[in-house]
């Protein structure tokens, strides 16, 4: 006897994990009116996305990426000037409010542009990561050019539990070192790297196809 | 009387208006927009979950992956009381899809769906 719901709306306590990640995380359309992600970690993540899957959305094989699961987080800025003479120095902070319970963290990389072509020059960036009390500091810089530009290091031991809610994720004092290789271009600031998190979801994970039970011909 | 059954087959395929009317496999492409989502889900630009439809045939053949239960109450539909409603034709087999979204928070995640593609079909 119930009427039909209406294209988007759900159910308050969705069971099924895709609609559930749409009630608790997706955002609402006056967000997306907004303005839709964009720049370098959306033009990364859909780079990732073909890699990964075909057009029609499925995943390729033998293409895995190892989880099921990629969560990219974007840096917030300490304030500042950055720029000092052909010196940019940038201290970086990654924050992951509430990560849901059913995904288990594999990994944690930060994806980074060593070298950003200006007009005249390049700007050459290293990642500088800050010791902690488990891990020393370390000055992260590719040993070969990169593939498609991007250099992606493994940082989990830096990740910290956070001091917000339960489940809450941080990596603090990654700092950005750039200068400007040669040329006298107008000061264009690097894009920020930004962290990913490789995750593996329990309820909508990669489990192994069923095995079908054996029946017998009838 | 499985002789009987077999002989009846055939018109009961041509009643039916033959495999065209049996349960398979249909192609559904849609968009994320039409079913709302499209502010969130910015890949794949289209999605086909396919669908199953058709009756289910007096007798299962083996490549509709039936219990014996739905045998049973195909024959129990036929030939015993046909308020007992026929098999249904349902999915079978699913596989999964890649997706692209943007969170609230302006993060961006990738993430796999389990069951999002029907690949065949059953009676059940």
């Known amino acids: 006897n119930q009427s039909p719901l209406p294209p988007g709306s759900l159910p308050a306590i969705p069971s099924l994990p895709l609609l559930r990640a749409l009630r608790v995380r997706a955002p609402g359309s006056q967000a997306w009116q907004a303005g839709p992600a964009s720049g370098q970690p959306l033009r990364y993540m859909l780079n990732l996305y073909r890699r990964a899957a075909d057009r029609d959305g499925r995943p390729r094989r033998g293409h895995s990426l190892g989880t099921n699961t990629i969560r990219l987080v974007q840096a917030s800025a300490h304030e500042g000037q950055p720029w000092a003479g052909r010196w940019y120095v940038q201290p970086l902070t990654y924050r992951l409010e509430s990560q849901p319970k059913a995904e288990h963290l594999l990994r944690a990389t930060v994806v980074y542009l060593p070298s950003l072509p200006l007009l005249r020059s390049h700007l050459l960036c290293t990642l500088e990561l800050a010791a902690t009390s488990k891990t020393p500091g370390a000055l992260l810089s590719p040993a070969t050019r990169p593939r498609h530009g991007w250099a992606e290091a493994d940082v989990t031991p830096y990740l910290m539990p956070g001091n917000g809610s339960m489940g809450s994720l941080v990596l603090r004092h990654v700092c950005v070192h750039a200068g400007r290789a040669r040329g006298h271009d107008a000061l264009v600031a690097p894009s920020h790297p930004f962290l990913l998190l490789y995750l593996n979801d329990t309820r909508a994970g990669l489990a192994p196809p069923v095995a079908e039970p054996h029946r017998h011909r009838r | ?124």
């Open chain 2, 1 to 124: 009387d499985t002789g009987t059954l077999a002989h009846d087959l055939p018109s009961y395929l041509r009643e039916q208006g033959g495999e065209k009317s049996d349960c398979s496999l249909r192609p559904f492409p849609i968009s994320f927009a039409q079913l709302g989502w499209d502010h969130w889900i910015i890949a794949p630009h289209r999605y086909n979950p396919r669908y199953c439809k058709g009756i289910c045939p007096r007798l299962l053949r083996y490549d509709y992956h039936a219990p014996n239960h739905a045998v049973v109450q195909s024959f129990v539909h036929q030939l015993v009381d046909a308020n007992v409603p026929r098999p249904s034709c349902v999915p079978y087999r699913y596989s999964p899809i890649s997706v692209l979204m943007i969170e609230r928070d302006g993060g961006i995640l990738y993430k796999e769906y389990e069951n999002m593609i029907a690949e065949s079909c059953t009676c059940r």
